[in-house]
């Protein structure tokens, strides 16, 4: 290892990402991080103090050995950092973008409370770009077992359940019901904030690991969990389908034609191409004066895209303040610079109809922020007479969504009392051989907690089916190999499955 | 990518605008049940359009839907689906299958292109036992299709034409006042068509208090609740015709809403329309050798030329 680093010795100064400039990238889908050069990624790997608590690593969901990749890359070794990353993380390109890095690994570093933490999310991406531009996979060697395992939905949960049960040696299909796998990352996150073929290439590396994917598939109603596992030979399934079901506000004029989900505008937009129209048959809404209600990941993506299909304002309305907003700080950000005006503590109370089926504009009232509410947020409470009223033909509506019921209704899966699957603390579901997570289990989370969940599903699927889970016994990060017997975990479930016919 | 093909191996032309596509997919063939829906896509820069299942052959594995050529996609498809060639995306089956009910009298009306889909809800009745009246309507005798298909499984059939050029004259409402009077005893009525038809059928029955049920068809994208875009006012609620529906009580739906909504797109389809159709004009007039562009299947140059422009009339020809 190199010289003891100190919070003195290092560079004081977060390495800058380049970005387009705002102007010109709200009116174009390009991405608008354009990542870090290999200048820039030195720099900044060398800002990490390589401490030896590793807080960063209990703050990733799925425990990347972030010290470890980062030494690789001042060590210049690149394929090393993508082997490490790898190891837990099997879609680098895309967390590097998507996570929330400030409340996970970047806010536990320790350079993080003297300085600015260490841009460890752009470091990932990095990595993960480099091995796509270089064409790396790490397919490790797998011994193929007799399992046959279905993963219903092909979002970040299941593409990180596919890749552990893969490499596991399972027999791995993903079912998608879009035309397109990806899930969320394909229909939900924007091209400018994730683009395409950074999912196609992941999707890739994990055809690549033996996982097939069979689109045009609805699992439910072309078939259901049980025949998986009574009729097609599945031996254990993980749903992993998604929210869905977007929440409207139930306000006047919610059905008005100029209101539409987040969801809606999102995958007529990034899915079906519809920004392209009519190179592309799928119309999207289009809208001078765009309204978004919400101030989530989802309601950031909202505002961008309206920007980016030429709406001349776009405004963000959020019932409480700044910082209570759930989305990313930079998604703030980057809106806020590409000319999103946001209006905090502010809560529609009608849309207005032009008369014609359309939208007119939105009736708000001003809110105030009281006593925190469960979630710990101080709860907005409106201000009496201050209604007013301000222009905009479209709206759309970023306020979350439920269960989706579509598994509820075609299989006998139990659910909890808001309609999502329910589990328990391994992730198995009601009916034997299926484990469920990601947004369908926690209602609507990140990417990278599917992810998470996905991997944890992994772990239990093979514990259930009785396969030995190589990546345990090197998890023991001690070096003791306590818990584990001849290199295997002694909390392993080891049994052999009957079957009756 | 990912997307296997979905084979086109029987077609049918019921008239100019109307036609028929019967396609393989044997898996689809043996879920499917009355009142469910596909979403389809001709090609991969198509949109995802949803078509009520108009009959399934489990034995033959096939799906089939009739497809009345209203817009750009649907008359793209009357054009270049032909036997042989392939669907880009078919997913199915989706949506709460009709509940075929327990009665013992049921009138299914069917309206236009509404009668291919209640051909299966009437035969699921058929089977349980029922006794079925069916009311077809159409505008006039070149547009009737299925009248023997329908005569073989019904009790009675009454078939109505706007303009009397074959059964009776009148509306389908026309159609249930005639089974109104002469059977007492009807516990059930099934009506599938425009809106402004099912809206008619609810007002025609809501009187005598008969249960009516109606399948709606709203704008959807994805069709697994994921958009909210089809989503229906049904006695007060909000619902979404992909997971909830599409079948909903007829006598509390607000049709009004649902028209209005059905309206989102119409000026962008109008211009996407034009322009394909003028696009299909230059590709006539430059010859074939530019159809090698145009992703065809396996429909020959020489069909798709003789095929009739259904655009002469509205462009003035």
Redo the contacts between chains.
Sequence with gaps: MAKKKTIRSIPQERTPMREQDPQARAKNFQEVACGYSLEDALRESERCLMCPDEPCISGCPVGINIPGFILKITEKNFRGAYDILTDTNLLPSICGRVCPQETQCEGVCIVGESLEAVAIGRLERFVGDTAIKEGWVNIPYIEPNRFKVGIVGSGPAGMACAADMAKAGCDVTVYEAFHQAGGVLKYGIPDFRLPNDVIDAEINNLKKLGVKFECNTLVGRLFTIEQMIDEMGFHAVFVGVGAGYPTMLGIPGDSLNGVLSANELLTRCNLMRAKEFPNYDTPVPMGRRVAVVGAGNTAMDATRVALRLGAEKVYCIYRRSRTEAPARAEEVHHAEQEGVEFHWLTNPVAILDDGKGGVRGMRCIRMELGEPDDSGRRRPVPIAGSEFDFEADLIVYAIGTNANPIMGQTSKLKLNKWGYIGVDENLAASVAGVFAGGDIVTGAATVIEAMGAGRKAARSMKAYLGIRDAGLPYLNRDGTGAGTLFGINTKERNFARVRVA | ????N?EIVAREDFSDVTYLLEVRHP??AK?AKPG?FVIV?LNE????IPLTIADFDRKKGTITMVIQAVG??TKQMQQECQVGTAL?????????PSPVSHAKKVVCVGGGLGVAPIYPQLRGFKESGAYVIAILGFRNKDLVFWEDKFRACCDDLILCTNDGSAGMKGMVTDGIKVALAGHSNIEEVVAIGPPVMMKACAEATRAAKIRTMVSVNPIM?????????C?V?VGGQ?K?AC??GPDFDGHLVDFD?LM??L???TA??R??EK??SESCRMTKQIGPSALHDVSLGRATQSELLELPDPFEDAMGG
């Excluded at chain 2, 990518?1 to 296997?4: A, D, F, G, Q, R």
Aim: hydrophobic share 35%; charged share 25%.
């Design positions: 990518m990912e997307t296997s979905f898996l689809m879920a469910q896509m820069h198509g949109e995802r750009k996609t880009y995306g078919m997913v199915g089956p989706m949506g709460i994208v994805d069709g697994t609740g994921m958009c909210g875009g989503r006012k909000v979404f997971v909830d809403d209005s909504r309206q989102r797109f962008v389809e211009e996407a322009r394909w």
